[in-house]
C-alpha cells in the first residue's frame, strides 16, 4: 500500500540523512516529499469521509423501509438485487469501517503534521506560502448526493 510504501521511502531517506549533515537539496527533497505525504493523506481521509457521508444517508433511507422491500447494491460494479434487510446490515458495517478508517488516517495527518514542524524547525526551514499554508484542509468539499430506494 502507497502508506507502507511511503513510510519505508521515509526510513531510508533519514537514514541518508542521519550519519552526515544534509545538503540543502536533500533537505528540500526530503521537505517535498512529506508534503506529498500530508497531502495524500489529506486526500484520501476526504475521500473516505465522503464515503462514510454517503453510507450515513442510506443507512438512514433504508431504516425508514419495510425490511422485504426489494433495493439494489453494487457488489464490484454488478448492480445486484436484494432485499433491505440483507443490504443494511453490510452498509452499517460498512460505514463502520470507513469511520474507524478516517480516524486512523486523521491520526496519522497529525503525527505527520508534528514530524514536519519538527523539521522545519530541526532545518531552519521557512513556508514559501506563509504560516498555516503548509497544512491541507482535511474537510470534504460540500456536495449533494441523492440515494434511490
Not at 37 to 57: D, M, R, V, Y
Not at 86 to 96: G, Q
Not at 109 to 134: I, P, T
Amino acid at each position: 500500500s502507497f502508506l507502507s510504501l511511503t513510510l519505508c521511502q521515509g526510513v531510508q531517506q533519514q537514514h541518508t540523512m542521519a550519519g552526515r549533515k544534509p545538503t540543502m537539496e536533500e533537505i528540500q527533497v526530503e521537505g517535498q516529499r512529506m508534503q506529498m505525504g500530508i497531502q495524500q493523506l489529506a486526500t484520501k481521509i476526504n475521500e473516505l469521509e465522503g464515503e462514510h457521508k454517503e453510507h450515513t444517508l442510506v443507512c438512514e433511507c433504508l431504516g425508514d423501509v419495510a425490511p422485504d422491500r426489494k433495493c439494489w447494491r453494487m457488489i464490484g460494479g454488478v448492480l445486484v438485487e436484494r432485499s433491505v434487510k440483507e443490504v443494511l446490515p453490510a452498509v452499517k458495517s460498512n460505514k463502520d469501517q470507513l469511520g474507524k478508517m478516517v480516524e486512523m488516517l486523521k491520526r496519522q495527518l497529525g503525527d505527520k503534521l508534528k514530524e514536519m514542524e519538527a523539521f522545519k524547525a530541526k532545518y531552519g526551514v521557512q513556508s514559501e506560502k506563509g504560516e498555516g499554508a503548509d497544512a491541507p484542509a482535511a474537510a470534504p468539499a460540500k456536495t449533494n448526493h441523492g440515494v434511490l430506494v
